[in-house]
């Protein structure tokens, strides 16, 4: 059986726009994710005039999130993110082999 983790968004996506959610913000930078060859920046339009407009949801170029910024740091967790993801992967093919192996006598 595999068991699914839960994703959590990132605490820096903060979304806007009418009613919005964490579902409804996925759902959004997935569309843009999919539909934009446009680096995901979100909405540069001041909030308050995103939160009154209806027609937010019809444009798709950049999810309905407030701007984005990405700081050294972040970059930092997440190559080291990379690294252990990367290491346990190595051990998990590397264990695999070893058995693999030892079966076949």
């Not at 798709?60 to 290491?87: F, G, N």
Request: hydrophobic share 30%; aromatic share 2%; proline share 7%.
């Amino acid at each position: 059986e595999e068991v699914i983790k839960n994703m959590e968004l990132p605490k820096s996506l903060e979304g806007l726009g009418p009613g919005w959610n964490d579902e409804t913000l996925l759902q959004s930078i997935a569309s843009s994710l999919h539909l934009s060859n446009s680096p995901i920046t979100g909405q540069t339009t001041a909030p308050s005039t995103v939160e009154k407009n209806p027609a937010v949801w019809l444009n798709t170029d950049q999810p309905l999130m407030k701007p984005l910024v990405v700081s050294d740091e972040d970059i930092r967790k997440q190559e080291e993110r990379v690294r252990q993801a990367r290491k346990r992967l190595e051990e998990a093919i590397a264990g695999k082999y070893l058995h693999t192996n030892n079966h076949t006598d």
